[in-house]
């Protein structure tokens, strides 16, 4: 079986992608046929025996769409999607822009008198003298007829795809819209007759009549308003194709290579199995591969998520796409070109993202059975009425009424302004929701699978853990900081951010040695101090086995334990880990409640993938988990017929993103991340992914109210427009009565989707809070609390100045961080506080800090101090 891919042309709903995949599955051969709507693709497996791409792509045809294989490799193939898809959005734009422009004066001549009956707004008297009254009858409609007619021109795929369907006997929104813009037009047309008719005639009754029977304005109305919900669609599908191209972006473009004993630089598509290559320092590793010589520092964030740098020496793996921090290496390349890590991971979200199922619309299910219906009633009304003796013009005045009064406004509307009004609100609260389909599907999710690095957690090391041994804490953290701040590594980092927090100040040192693998060491005042792991202090003949349960404890909890010595005896024991955001909890909490199961999906050790789920209180872990098996875990949860949420803010989360119903991005995570998710929680807060769903619940909830009114109108009004009444009382429908209540429909429609504006999210003043604080966490967490609160008190004494400032500019989680870790580094400054959506910052400093400096250090982190 041959697995192949095709772009897919003509598609506008999931009725069209439905029917792609009917025709395409009758064919002799075909195997796993998946049509994805959002991508206008196709993947399936063929028997070439039995079948071939021509074959295959003429049962499309002849289903009605276009179709064309993708030849070039998936990534590519989709990189040069983005030019059509962008075309696309702009001949729409286009289209939507030049629709309104001739709608505008259409709605103001066919509605003028109306407008000054209801509202009181003045007719200018030229108006009057050459639309107003019996004599300007064909002025009023020809002037309408001639407006109208560009609009319809415009949005000519609606009739062309929309009968094209109905003939196929698919009926789907298309034919829905293109039958009522129709009629009505239709109808427009034979009123303009009919006033002629009445002209010649003298007949100044029928001229009356029919000169205030148009629907000119309707058939353009409701091609245009279509349009809008189609453009906004489209923006959101022109954003699947980016993560592929951020993802080929991280990708090193050439590689150093050893050939014949000397160094040649080559593009990275010319590496070969076997080639020797060197990566200097701040370089990308260009293939996967083994380390033959040098030792190094190695950030593997790209591809596992996990902040923390991985020494490499001779031996060791090194993937494609991670980053060489610090040392000169010279590796052999095993896995070159599409069999690289990165090209396994592109090729993974491309895949997932074509073989997504498309979203069934409830407007268009019931379009399927509505149009059909709602024709058959027009032509057995026009013939009893015919059959009973009416005459032919009444009997066609029935069957065209009840096709105008069957307008699809209220209909099309219903689906698509829930939509936008939930995905407005969803924005409000700083949850971006990229389209229609991930509002809808998020409703459905029963599992909820989460990374943990950046997702459950901050993302960074923080100093979680200090026990002091013959000396106090603030004189450990003193010589601690010492010998960390001639480091780059991340936990040397948490250590000195800890310190200054705590006020201590560096001890000065020297001879400082980086010990690779094991820590580092330095000298001061005649004695030598080291801070390393258990590897270190055996080399240095430092006993430290009094300290093995704690150490075994501070382990167990998930933490990175770091032993400091002087000389030869331990002095005090510092534990780092990635801490749990304070909502994490209280978030895996409320999914509980809601009978979601939770999944935490890992790439690290089992050991620390525990401590976390027995303070979380997550039911299920599944640890060491390699990026390229992300997906399959998810695929798994799919194939027991769970409907599948997952939230990752990594780049090895991505394809499991995309695999799954619903990819949830961290706001503070990867672009990848976010582009190949379908919502993204901009706070980088997992109560926010909570409350996605319920908005989702709240959304779909909406949509079948909009539709009930939608179709009650159609119910009452259908009857009437077909003369029902008219035997037994001589009611006959006044198209007035049939326009005011097709409007009325609409507007309930449009009133109750803006009910979700009142939709309130469920962030708690209290939250739950986790059992592991940057304060303390290991089995000491009383012994250490109590110093740690006489420090706070007495830092609380010293704290001279504090200051709230106003600063412009920060849009994003991200742009938080930045400033509260510029705010931090200030001279002085204890505690930063940052609010994104007041727009401030609280600060805490020991002495009071000139407005100037605050200043420039805003400025200096890109942001401007208001005031």
């Known amino acids: 079986?041959?697995?192949?891919?095709?772009?897919?042309?003509?598609?506008?709903?999931?009725?069209?992608?439905?029917?792609?995949?009917?025709?395409?599955?009758?064919?002799?051969?075909?195997?796993?046929?998946?049509?994805?709507?959002?991508?206008?693709?196709?993947?399936?497996?063929?028997?070439?025996?039995?079948?071939?791409?021509?074959?295959?792509i003429k049962a499309v045809v002849d289903a009605g769409y276009g179709a064309a294989v993708k030849g070039a490799s998936a990534a590519k193939a989709a990189a040069v999607q983005e030019d059509p898809v962008k075309k696309n959005i702009a001949e729409m734009k286009h289209r939507l822009i030049w629709s309104v422009i001739f709608l505008i004066p259409t709605l103001y001549i066919s509605m003028h008198g109306l407008f000054f009956k209801l509202f009181g707004l003045p007719v200018p008297?030229?108006?009057?003298?050459?639309?107003?009254?019996?004599?300007?009858?064909?002025?009023?409609?020809f002037s309408q007829f001639l407006l109208v007619l560009p609009i319809m021109y415009l949005n000519r795929r609606y009739y062309i795809a929309g009968f094209r369907n109905l003939f196929h006997g698919a009926p789907n929104m298309d034919s829905l819209v293109g039958m009522g813009s129709m009629a009505a037009a239709l109808f427009g047309a034979?009123?303009?007759?009919?006033?002629?008719?009445?002209?010649?005639?003298?007949?100044?009754?029928?001229?009356?009549?029919?000169?205030t029977n148009l629907y000119f304005e309707s058939a353009g109305m409701i091609v245009t308003l279509i349009t809008v919900g189609k453009y906004l669609e489209a923006r959101a599908k022109g954003q699947t194709s980016k993560a592929l191209e951020k993802l080929m972006d991280l990708a090193p473009k050439q590689a150093t290579v050893v050939r014949g004993g000397a160094e040649k630089v080559v593009p990275v598509e010319q590496l070969v199995a076997g080639d020797e290559i060197v990566v200097r320092p701040g370089e990308r590793i260009p293939a996967d591969g083994v380390v033959l010589s040098g030792t190094t520092s190695i950030d593997e964030s790209a591809i596992t998520g996990e902040p923390i740098p991985v020494e490499k020496q001779q031996?060791?793996?090194?993937?494609?796409?991670?980053?060489?921090?610090?040392?000169?290496?010279?590796?052999r390349a095993d896995r070159v070109g599409q069999d690289t890590t990165i090209s396994q991971i592109i090729r993974l979200v491309d895949e997932a993202s074509a073989s997504k199922a498309p979203i069934a619309?409830?407007?268009?299910?019931?379009?399927?059975?509505?149009?059909?219906?709602?024709?058959?009633?027009?032509?057995?009304?026009?013939?009893?009425?015919?059959?009973?003796?009416?005459?032919?013009?009444?009997?066609?005045?029935?069957?065209?009424?009840?096709?105008?009064?069957?307008?699809?406004?209220?209909?099309?509307?219903?689906?698509?302004?829930?939509?936008?009004?939930?995905?407005?609100?969803?924005?409000?609260?700083?949850?971006?929701?990229?389209?229609?389909?991930?509002?809808?599907?998020?409703?459905?999710?029963?599992?909820?699978?989460?990374?943990?690095?950046?997702?459950?957690?901050?993302?960074?090391?923080?100093?979680?853990?200090?026990?002091?041994?013959?000396?106090?804490?603030?004189?450990?953290?003193?010589?601690?900081?010492?010998?960390?701040?001639?480091?780059?590594?991340?936990?040397?980092?948490?250590?000195?951010?800890?310190?200054?927090?705590?006020?201590?100040?560096?001890?000065?040192?020297?001879?400082?040695?980086?010990?690779?693998?094991?820590?580092?060491?330095?000298?001061?005042?005649?004695?030598?101090?080291?801070?390393?792991?258990?590897?270190?202090?055996?080399?240095?003949?430092?006993?430290?086995?009094?300290?093995?349960?704690?150490?075994?404890?501070?382990?167990?909890?998930?933490?990175?334990?770091?032993?400091?010595?002087?000389?030869?005896?331990?002095?005090?024991?510092?534990?780092?880990?990635?801490?749990?955001?304070?909502?994490?909890?209280?978030?895996?909490?409320?999914?509980?409640?809601?009978?979601?199961?939770?999944?935490?999906?890992?790439?690290?050790?089992?050991?620390t993938a525990e401590a976390i789920r027995r303070r979380m209180g997550i039911p299920k872990v599944i640890a060491g988990v390699l990026p390229e098996n992300k997906a399959e875990h998810i695929k798994k949860l799919q194939a027991e017929g769970h409907r599948v949420a997952m939230i990752g803010d990594g780049i090895n989360d991505a394809p499991a993103l995309a695999q799954a119903d619903l990819g949830m991005a961290i706001g503070a995570g990867t672009d990848v991340a976010i582009e190949s998710a379908d919502a993204v929680l901009m706070k980088s807060d997992l109560l926010d992914a909570v409350s996605a769903i319920r908005l989702s619940k709240a959304v779909l909830r909406n949509i079948k109210e909009?539709?009930?009114?939608?179709?009650?109108?159609?119910?009452?009004?259908?009857?009437?427009?077909?003369?029902?009444?008219?035997?037994?009382?001589?009611?006959?429908?006044?198209?007035?009565?049939?326009?005011?209540?097709?409007?009325?429909?609409?507007?309930?429609?449009?009133?109750n989707a803006l009910r979700l504006r009142f939709f309130k999210t469920e962030h708690s003043a209290s939250v739950i809070p986790a059992d592991k604080t940057a304060a303390a966490v290991s089995s000491d967490k009383e012994k250490a609390a109590a110093p740690a609160a006489s420090e706070q008190n007495a830092k609380k004494e010293e704290i001279k100045m504090e200051k709230t400032l106003t600063i412009k500019g920060m849009m994003c989680a991200h742009c938080q961080k930045h400033v509260h870790d510029a705010l931090a580094k200030m001279d002085g400054v204890t505690d930063v506080t940052v609010d994104l959506e007041g727009g401030k910052a609280d600060v805490k400093a020991t002495h009071d800090i000139a407005e100037a400096d605050f200043r420039k250090v805003i400025e200096d982190a890109g942001y401007e101090l208001v005031g």
């Open 1 to 56: 079986m041959k697995k192949e891919k095709f772009t897919i042309t003509g598609m506008t709903c999931s009725a069209c992608s439905a029917r792609v995949e009917k025709a395409v599955k009758k064919v002799e051969g075909t195997q796993d046929v998946s049509v994805n709507l959002l991508t206008n693709s196709m993947q399936l497996k063929y028997d070439e025996a039995k079948t071939n791409p021509t074959a295959i």
């Open 125 to 141: 008297q030229i108006v009057s003298q050459v639309f107003d009254g019996p004599e300007n009858a064909i002025t009023f409609a």
């Open 190 to 211: 034979f009123a303009i007759f009919r006033v002629g008719w009445g002209f010649g005639h003298n007949d100044m009754a029928l001229v009356a009549e029919y000169s």
């Open 315 to 331: 031996g060791d793996k090194v993937t494609s796409a991670t980053i060489n921090k610090q040392g000169f290496i010279h590796f």
């Open 361 to 607: 619309r409830t407007a268009d299910k019931i379009a399927g059975v509505f149009v059909p219906a709602v024709i058959t009633i027009a032509v057995i009304a026009g013939g009893i009425w015919l059959a009973m003796g009416a005459s032919v013009e009444f009997a066609f005045s029935i069957a065209i009424c009840i096709l105008v009064i069957s307008c699809p406004c209220a209909l099309g509307l219903a689906t698509p302004v829930a939509i936008m009004v939930g995905t407005g609100k969803g924005a409000e609260n700083g949850i971006l929701i990229k389209s229609g389909e991930a509002l809808e599907t998020a409703q459905s999710v029963d599992t909820v699978v989460m990374d943990k690095t950046g997702t459950i957690t901050e993302g960074r090391p923080e100093v979680t853990d200090v026990t002091a041994v013959g000396m106090t804490e603030q004189e450990l953290l003193s010589i601690a900081a010492g010998l960390e701040q001639g480091s780059e590594h991340p936990l040397a980092e948490a250590v000195l951010n800890y310190a200054q927090a705590k006020g201590a100040a560096p001890k000065k040192m020297t001879d400082f040695a980086a010990l690779f693998g094991r820590g580092v060491k330095a000298q001061a005042d005649g004695h030598t101090y080291y801070a390393g792991n258990a590897k270190l202090m055996a080399e240095n003949k430092i006993d430290f086995t009094a300290y093995e349960s704690h150490l075994a404890a501070l382990s167990d909890d998930g933490c990175t334990p770091l032993i400091f010595a002087e000389d030869d005896h331990v002095i005090g024991i510092l534990a780092a880990a990635d801490v749990e955001k304070p909502t994490s909890k209280e978030a895996i909490a409320r999914f509980k409640e809601m009978g979601i199961d939770v999944v935490m999906l890992t790439g690290d050790n089992a050991r």
């Open 706 to 751: 909009n539709l009930f009114w939608a179709l009650i109108y159609n119910v009452i009004c259908i009857p009437l427009a077909a003369g029902i009444l008219y035997p037994a009382f001589g009611i006959k429908l006044s198209p007035v009565i049939g326009a005011a209540a097709m409007s009325m429909s609409s507007v309930c429609v449009v009133m």
